[in-house]
């Protein structure tokens, strides 16, 4: 039967080369087809692609639901160049293989099924259809209704999750689809299931007749429902001998149910056993989960049906020898040839599914192209976790979360890619489709964009990383100039550009979360820099925080670009710029905490700015490189004078302001190690040239160390800088040089736009913390100003010496594939962010390091988001100081899991007012003398965690320029230092860094030791939890 007027929703576009570059130029010609043919049928369009051209090695496939999508993927492929070979996704590309693919299907189990699976299928695609029909039809005597009204009817949802309809339902849907596929020619070389899943695989390779396998899958679900007793499931991680002593004690009342993976099985049994063995489990910290099952397949529970079901196949079932090589689930191993009888079918109800070992099996077997069978990927992520090469996919059928038709071609693609001999006849004869005018073949003859990749390359090759202007995208990479051709990108092209660059990660998917994917408030400050920059728009940081999700993030943008009427440019536009800012600024609460609280002294508290290059630097045009900054960056002119009762903060005209650059040559010394002792000399001594009465507080020197060896020390006042200045300031120093000697005059130079003033942030929180919401957060912090003190965790001996030279450091990290888990995985799985697990984690180890449930400690916050929820203002390019300290307390129970204690320390952070940073905005910009006089008797805590968010190397992109270490200037090391340990954390280069600095004099390094040991412990629990989990 044929279905006619139901469209799919999405079309494939094939397109093929004889190289790379004329693939690219394929895509031009598809682009500027579309402008010529914009009413031209896409179905049509993309039938004649399919049946209408040669296929050549070299291969391009793009999935769209409409002409304008069409348009906006060919225009990422001129913008970013073609994807990896094995990006799965809207475009994919890759050169054929060649041999053609060797393709297993994989038969999903039970439990993703959902009401409406295969029902838009069932509508638009007749070989669909046809199918259904006949399996309901085999099956509608064993059900009191029209057994699709359970698939299709959301009034049956709950009936659809009992086991004897859920498993009828699951074989229908995966047999119709496997039967869909192979309509298309796309036919397995072996199957495989997953419990469950084996019916269906045996039925498709020929085992059993569809009538005898829907007869037995109908007679087993009626089984297990009504004739054995309730059980659980568990899902647990570990190693196959830590597995077996868990279960030792508990003989055949649990058991290994299914191994997934070499660490990821599934127990299952009687209820009270595997909830004893939960509580085990629990309390050694082993990582699990408790499944929402009740029906113990693969267990002792079922051998109470046994008989009778090995009764009713014997009588009722033919069973024939395997045409299409099987792998079993009792063995790992491949079956052909043969029948799978009663006692085999018996076997597989009871006994373990050994399910990793066949995936193992069909790898060293060749197989390229894992394709699962079922209505949502539930078999996939196993594959994925085996070592598989670039040219290996798992791919799925349906996804719950995208329309059917757009998850099957976007597989169907991986195939033809691959090599696949697809049948484009059957694909679309249902349709009716004709053949119309198409792009023509793309020959090998000339640039694939005009002018764009070699002005891409251009532009690394003379300029740094960082260097901004008209030249640049949102995304750092090199815009076309006018004179060629623009690249104009959509709100959804532009988020995910920039979401790739800021995350460092390939793919982007449309429910993708930011905070999920790994990212963090200072993150959002990059982001909400390059879209402001892209889109002309004023996003703040409420925009953002409130639009985390990929979509959510590219409706608000569409909606405030219709707002403004503004069209898209691919310059980089300037935002309006702040006037210069003269005179007084008030004393932010954490600049006024530094001066009365703090153990540090602020008049010598340094971040230097230190760059080496292999160039032969001219003093010159650096000087008026470092003049320029300061008239750009307001804070750089702020001077500092003690006054009665305290401290002014005064910002100088830039008319008043003279850089000196310092000039040394240290060349004559003998010798590195002697050139590095004088280098840090200097460092001390340009450090201890500056002081308030003298005026800047900060000074530039340029070192000559050997001929093709010159350093920039810039020493720079923390009173006004943080770590997001530190990434300002090399950058547009780099940049302003750079174009100084390509002969730019002072009046031209570009930077990246002004960001708000330091002094209008500090009067918004001034003003916030003065207005009712301000006042109605100290309700939020009075409580736990008792709890802090009585908590106070004592560290060492208070008449030892806390000098800054005391201090001791041990580093401790962990891989980039472990670190993605954390960054990604985990805070998916709990729904928060990197910064919130490390700071559970930190918790989770106090708490068992110092032997004590209640603990408070001092955070650090980058600061810029403290009123994300309230402020409009764009800080991102602001030089200021902007950390946000502040104190949290948390008990940890004796027993408690780090999976609690996330959850525990997600809660408590997300009710803490604005990040925390209200707490010292009470304590020092409050006009209210109760709630100051409340807050001064709070003693800061002894330890800090400070965790950095990504770490970059702002000139890693260029081999002219380095960022170096300097010595310790922050403070002087007979000063007294503020915590007797910090735990400081960052990614850098893929990996999580954790530092453990302590003071000796106070704390012992096997104590130490130990508490690195107790925080690896936990993480280590935390990335098997996350990477092995069952959905």
């Known amino acids: 039967m044929s279905i006619d007027g139901i469209e799919r929703s999405h079309h494939l576009i094939t397109l093929s080369a004889r190289s790379q570059q004329a693939v690219c130029q394929a895509m031009e010609k598809l682009k500027h087809h579309l402008d010529e043919e914009p009413d031209q049928n896409l179905g049509d369009l993309a039938y004649t692609l399919h049946v209408g051209r040669e296929e050549f090695d070299h291969r391009i496939t793009v999935v769209a639901k409409s002409h304008e999508e069409l348009k906006q993927l060919c225009e990422q492929v001129e913008a970013e160049g073609v994807p990896d070979v094995g990006t799965t996704g809207a475009v994919a590309y890759r050169k054929r293989s060649s041999a053609p693919p060797k393709v297993a299907f994989l038969f999903s189990g039970q439990g993703s099924q959902y009401i409406g699976m295969g029902q838009t299928l069932y509508e638009s695609s007749s070989v669909f259809r046809e199918v259904c029909d006949a399996c309901f039809e085999l099956v509608n005597p064993y059900y009191p209704i029209p057994f699709q009204e359970y698939m299709f009817n959301p009034q049956y949802s709950l009936e659809l999750n009992h086991l004897n309809i859920s498993s009828t339902a699951m074989f229908v849907i995966e047999y119709a689809l496997a039967r869909l596929w192979m309509s298309w020619g796309v036919t397995p070389d072996y199957v495989i299931g997953h419990s469950l899943g084996e019916y269906v695989a045996a039925c498709v390779a020929g085992g059993l007749s569809l009538h005898d396998a829907l007869l037995t899958v109908v007679k087993r679900g009626a089984l297990m429902q009504e004739g054995t007793e309730s059980g659980a499931l568990l899902a647990v991680n570990g190693t196959w001998e830590m597995v077996q002593s868990y279960l030792a004690p508990f003989g055949e009342d649990v058991s290994v149910a299914t191994v997934n993976g070499p660490q990821h099985y599934v127990i299952a049994g009687r209820r009270e056993a595997v909830e004893r063995l939960d509580a085990r489990l629990e309390a050694d910290g082993v990582v699990h989960r408790l499944l929402p099952l009740s029906t113990a397949s693969h267990s002792v529970l079922m051998e109470p049906i046994l008989g009778e079901y090995r009764e009713f196949m014997e009588q009722q079932i033919a069973f024939s020898p395997i045409q299409i090589p099987l792998v079993s689930n009792l063995t790992g191993e491949v079956v052909e040839g043969r029948d799978l009888d009663a006692p085999y079918w018996c076997r597989h109800l009871r006994d373990t599914v050994q399910f ?48 059917p038709w757009k998850t099957m071609q976007e597989s169907l693609a991986q195939l033809w890619l691959a090599g696949a001999t697809i049948d484009w006849q059957a694909f679309d004869r249902e349709w009716k489709r004709k053949r119309v005018h198409a792009p023509t073949y793309a020959f090998d003859l000339r640039s694939c964009w005009v002018d764009h990749q070699p002005a891409r390359q251009a532009q690394h090759e003379t300029k740094p990383w960082g260097s901004t202007g008209t030249d640049r995208d949102a995304t750092g990479v090199a815009v076309a100039e006018s004179k060629r051709v623009a690249v104009v990108r959509s709100p959804e092209e532009w988020v995910r550009a920039i979401w790739r660059e800021v995350l460092g990660l390939q793919e982007i998917a449309p429910d993708d979360n930011f905070l999920y994917l790994g990212g963090d408030s200072l993150n959002l400050i990059q982001v909400q820099s390059r879209l402001n920059r892209a889109l002309q728009l004023r996003l703040n940081l409420r925009d953002l925080y409130r639009n985390t999700s990929f979509a959510d993030l590219v409706a608000l943008l569409q909606a405030k670009l219709d707002e403004t009427a503004c069209e898209l440019a691919p310059e980089s536009l300037r935002l309006d710029e702040q006037i210069d800012l003269v005179g007084e600024v008030p004393l932010s609460h954490i600049q006024q905490w530094l001066f009365v609280s703090s153990r540090m002294d602020p008049e010598y508290f340094f971040m230097p700015v230190c760059l080496e290059t292999s160039k032969s630097l001219q003093p010159e045009w650096l000087q008026q490189a470092l003049q320029i900054l300061h008239d750009h960056h307001d804070m750089l002119r702020a001077t500092y004078k003690r006054v009665a009762g305290g401290v002014q903060q005064i910002l100088l005209a830039p008319e008043a302001v003279e850089v000196e650059l310092l000039l040394y040559d240290l060349t004559d010394l003998a010798g590195q190690q002697e050139q590095e002792a004088a280098f840090q000399r200097l460092e001390v001594e340009l450090a201890e040239s500056i002081t308030f009465e003298k005026g800047l507080m900060n000074r530039a020197a340029l ?235 709070y003693e800061d805590p002894e330890v800090l965690l400070n965790y950095h968010g990504e770490l970059l190397d702002l000139t890693s992109t260029t081999s002219e320029w380095r960022e170096f270490e300097p010595s310790n200037l922050e403070q002087p090391m007979d000063h007294e230092s503020q915590y007797k340990l910090i735990v400081s954390g960052y990614i850098q280069g893929g990996e999580l860094i954790v530092h453990f600095t302590y003071l000796e004099s106070q704390l012992s390094d096997t104590s130490i030791e130990r508490l690195e040991q107790l925080f690896d412990e936990q993480v280590q629990n935390l990335i098997k939890s996350s990477e092995g989990m069952l959905t």
């Open 356 to 403: 990793a070992a066949g995936i193992q099996t069909l790898l060293d077997l060749g197989i390229d192209t894992f394709l699962e069978i079922g209505p949502h990927p539930m078999l996939t992520s196993f594959v994925e976790s085996m070592p598989l090469s670039a040219e290996q996919v798992a791919i799925s059928s349906l996804n719950r979360k995208e329309p």
């Open 703 to 937: 070192v000559k160390m050997d001929d093709d060896r010159h350093r920039i020390l810039w020493v720079v006042s923390h009173l006004y800088t943080d770590n997001v200045s530190s990434h300002i300031l090399p950058q547009d120093l780099i940049a302003v040089y750079e174009q100084l000697e390509q002969g730019e005059e002072a009046a031209q130079i570009t930077l990246g736009e002004k960001s708000a003033s330091y002094k209008q942030w500090v009067e918004m929180c001034r003003s916030f913390i003065n207005s009712e919401r301000g006042a109605d957060v100290f309700s939020y912090w009075e409580p736990l100003l008792q709890k802090a003190t009585e908590t106070r965790m004592e560290l060492g001996c208070a008449n030892e010496p806390n000098a800054l030279a005391n201090l001791k450091s041990r580093s401790w990290k962990v891989d980039a594939k472990r670190t993605a888990i954390l960054r990604q995985n985990v805070p998916e799985q709990f729904g928060t962010s990197i910064k919130e697990v490390l700071t559970a984690l930190v918790a989770h180890s106090l708490s068992n390091w110092l032997g004590q449930e209640q603990i408070c400690f001092a955070i650090n916050g980058h600061g810029r988001d403290v009123l994300a929820e309230d402020q409009a203002l764009d800080l991102s390019r602001t030089v200021g100081y902007f950390i946000n300290t502040y104190p949290c307390y948390e008990q940890v129970a004796d027993s408690q899991s780090i999976s609690q204690t996330i959850q525990q320390m997600q809660e408590r952070l997300h009710r803490m007012p604005h990040g925390g940073a209200s707490f010292h905005m009470l304590r020092y910009l409050s006009d209210d003398p109760q709630i100051r006089e409340a807050m001064q008797h």
